[in-house]
């Protein structure tokens, strides 16, 4: 069974910057991908952006594109997501993911997950 452990996270304002972090536990034998989701109020659960860690591959939803950075840890187990300029609507609850194979969006493709941390923008 694969532990994942968050950090990060907080309250800013528009504009401002965050960092996330997650390690899962557990040997990767060298198909590990990772993943960020997250959950706006009254919505349902969205990917974010992912990494394939043999690789570093990586994939996005649209509306961060250029505004967040994921990356992965091939060493540590470990995805980290830089999130700059920071709206409003990204609020959520952030979690992480992990699952075999190559970097998806789909939610059924990540068989673990991390115990989420809140992300709030202000305006």
């Known amino acids: 069974q694969r532990q994942l452990v968050q950090s990060g996270g907080g309250m800013v304002q528009v504009g401002d910057s965050l960092s996330l972090s997650c390690t899962a536990s557990g040997r990767n034998s060298g198909n590990l991908m990772m993943g960020w989701f997250r959950q706006r109020p009254g919505k349902e659960r969205e990917f974010v952006a992912g990494?394939?860690?043999?690789?570093?591959?990586?994939a996005y939803r649209d509306s961060v594109k250029g505004r967040f950075t994921v990356s992965g840890d091939y060493g540590n187990n470990g995805i980290y997501l830089q999130m700059n300029n920071l709206k409003v609507e990204d609020t959520a609850v952030y979690y992480c993911?992990?699952?075999?194979?190559?970097?998806?969006?789909?939610?059924?493709?990540?068989?673990?997950w991390g115990q989420g941390t809140q992300v709030t923008v202000s305006a």
């Open positions: 993911a992990a699952g075999t194979g190559g970097v998806t969006s789909a939610t059924k493709a990540y068989s673990y």
């Open positions: 990494v394939e860690l043999s690789n570093g591959l990586t």
